[in-house]
Nanobody
């Protein structure tokens, strides 16, 4: 089993920055694909960014490209999301996910989420 705990969320003004962390425990996630998703009030959960097991490949939703950066530190068993130039529409609960498969599947492990609120 893998336990994921997100942190780093909070309230920030538009144009500001936040860095989210996702600490994994239970087993190493070095061989797991990892990703960030988010869910805004009244909306479905949506993909934000993903990073390959080796960390050499990343992919982003169009809405965050050029503003967000996903990274991982295998030694610390931790996933990060650096968020710059934040917009009010980035307001959501952010979740990290980990999956031993190449993609995030329905059997992925999920964290409990961290709230990000961007004021205008």
């Amino acid at each position: 089993q893998v336990q994921l705990v997100e942190s780093g969320g909070g309230l920030v003004q538009a144009g500001g920055s936040l860095r989210l962390s996702c600490a994994a425990s239970g087993r190493t996630v070095r061989t797991y694909t990892m990703a960030w998703f988010r869910q805004a009030p009244g909306k479905e959960r949506e993909f934000v960014a993903t990073i390959s097991k080796s960390g050499d490949r990343t992919d982003y939703a169009d809405s965050v490209k050029g503003r967000f950066t996903i990274s991982r530190d295998s030694a610390k068993n931790t996933l990060y999301l650096q968020m710059n130039s934040l917009k009010p529409e980035d307001t959501a609960v952010y979740y990290c996910a980990a999956d031993p498969r190449v993609i995030i599947s329905q059997d992925a492990y999920w964290g409990q989420g961290t709230q990000v609120t961007v004021s205008s």
